[in-house]
T-cell receptor
Framework: DTGVSQDPRHKITKRGQNVTFRCDPI?????LYWYRQTLGQGPEFLTY????????KSRLLSDRFSAERPKGSFSTLEIQRTEQGDSAMYLC???????FGYGYTFGSGTRLTVV | DQQVKQNSPSLSVQEGRISILNCDYT??????FLWYKKYPAEGPTFLIS?????DKNEDGRFTVFLNKSAKHLSLHIVPSQPGDSAVYFC????????????FGQGTRLTINP
C-alpha cells in the first residue's frame, strides 16, 4: 500500500489551456474526494465519489471543472480554459466507507500555476 | 461563510512545554471533528479525531477537547517536540451523507529548542 498518489506534482500552464490531474487512491478505499487549497487557507471540498458514482459537487466546481472515476479506481480532475484564479494546490483524499474516525488519507497534491 | 475558524495564524512554543491550538465552529450539524497536520509540499496527515458524543479523546501526546455548548475544540500537545512544527488544520464533518471535511484556515506551530 503506497498511499494516495497524485500526478503530476506540479503543473504550469498558460491561461486558456486545459489541464488534467490524476489521483490513484488506496486500492480498498471506495470513497474519493477532491479538495482545493489556496495560500493561507485550509482545503476546500470540490467533489466526492462513492465507487464510480459522483455523489456531490461543490458550487466551487464551475462548468469548466469535470471529474471522473471510471470503474471506481483512479480519478481524474480536468479544468478547461484555465484562469489565473485556478492557481492552487489540488488535493485528492480517499477513505473506506465504514470507518470515519480515522479520517481520510490525502495525497501530496498537484500544484497548479496558471500564467 | 467560514463555518470552521482557527483564529491564530501562528503559535510559537518552547520545546517540552504544552502547545494548545484552538478551533471554533458555527454549524450545529457537525458531529465529527478532526485535526490534521501538514508539512510543506505534503498533503495533510490525519492526527486525531473526536465524535460529538465525547468531550475528550487522547492519543499519546495529543489530546483533543470538545466543548459543544461553546462550539469550540482544542488540541493539546504535551510535551511539544521540534518535529511537531507544522501547520495544523481543524476540520469538521457530518457523519451522514458525503462526510466531506470543512477545514479551518490552519495554525502554524513552531517549536523552539
Amino acid at each position: 500500500d503506497t498511499g494516495v498518489s497524485q500526478d503530476p506534482r506540479h503543473k504550469i500552464t498558460k491561461r486558456g489551456q486545459n489541464v488534467t490531474f490524476r489521483c490513484d487512491p488506496i486500492s480498498e478505499h471506495n470513497r474519493l474526494y477532491w479538495y482545493r487549497q489556496t495560500l493561507g487557507q485550509g482545503p476546500e471540498f470540490l467533489t466526492y465519489f462513492q465507487n464510480e458514482a459522483q455523489l456531490e459537487k461543490s458550487r466551487l466546481l464551475s462548468d469548466r471543472f469535470s471529474a471522473e472515476r471510471p470503474k471506481g479506481s483512479f480519478s481524474t480532475l480536468e479544468i478547461q480554459r484555465t484562469e489565473q484564479g485556478d492557481s492552487a494546490m489540488y488535493l485528492c483524499a480517499s477513505g473506506p466507507t465504514e470507518v470515519f474516525g480515522y479520517g481520510y488519507t490525502f495525497g501530496s497534491g498537484t500544484r497548479l500555476t496558471v500564467v | 461563510d467560514q463555518q470552521v475558524k482557527q483564529n491564530s495564524p501562528s503559535l510559537s512554543v518552547q520545546e517540552g512545554r504544552i502547545s494548545i491550538l484552538n478551533c471554533d465552529y458555527t454549524n450545529s450539524m457537525f458531529d465529527y471533528f478532526l485535526w490534521y497536520k501538514k508539512y510543506p509540499a505534503e498533503g495533510p496527515t490525519f492526527l486525531i479525531s473526536i465524535s460529538s458524543i465525547k468531550d475528550k479523546n487522547e492519543d499519546g501526546r495529543f489530546t483533543v477537547f470538545l466543548n459543544k455548548s461553546a462550539k469550540h475544540l482544542s488540541l493539546h500537545i504535551v510535551p511539544s517536540q521540534p518535529g511537531d512544527s507544522a501547520v495544523y488544520f481543524c476540520a469538521a464533518s457530518a457523519i451522514q451523507g458525503a462526510q466531506k471535511l470543512v477545514f479551518g484556515q490552519g495554525t502554524r506551530l513552531t517549536i523552539n529548542p
